[in-house]
């Protein structure tokens, strides 16, 4: 199983910005998906997953400005984050559930600075 995501980077607050995971290893449509963040000092949060027949959750804090949407035929996850602020500088991860063990993508920095 491995998750490789992308397309952090740096943006102004008010701006966007698309990540997305690419998985192989695994049944992807099977399986529930989901992002986690990590800012400086604090621990990793639950941003927003989605199951295997599309329902999704979101953390409040992101609600309304992300949107959480899978592709089951590129095994590919997307995580389209709009109306960026300060407080959503973190690393996201990408994560997924598999026979019992979680597996992890390496991560991408997002920095929300003006």
């Known amino acids: 199983v491995q998750l490789q995501a992308s397309g952090g980077g740096l943006v102004q607050p008010g701006g966007s910005l698309r990540l997305s995971c690419a998985a192989v290893?695994?049944?992807?449509?099977?399986?529930?998906l989901g992002w986690y963040r990590q800012a400086p000092g604090k621990q990793r949060e639950f941003v927003a997953d989605?199951?295997?027949?599309?329902?999704?959750s979101y953390t409040d804090a992101v609600k309304g400005r992300f949107t959480l949407s899978r592709d089951d035929v590129r095994n590919t996850l997307f995580l389209q984050m709009n109306s960026l602020k300060p407080e959503d500088t973190a690393v996201y991860y990408c994560?997924?559930?598999?026979?019992?063990?979680?597996?992890w993508g390496q991560g991408t920095q997002v920095t929300v600075s003006s």
């Open positions: 994560k997924t559930l598999y026979r019992y063990r979680d597996y």
């Open positions: 290893g695994f049944a992807f449509r099977l399986n529930t």
């Open positions: 989605i199951t295997s027949d599309h329902t999704t």
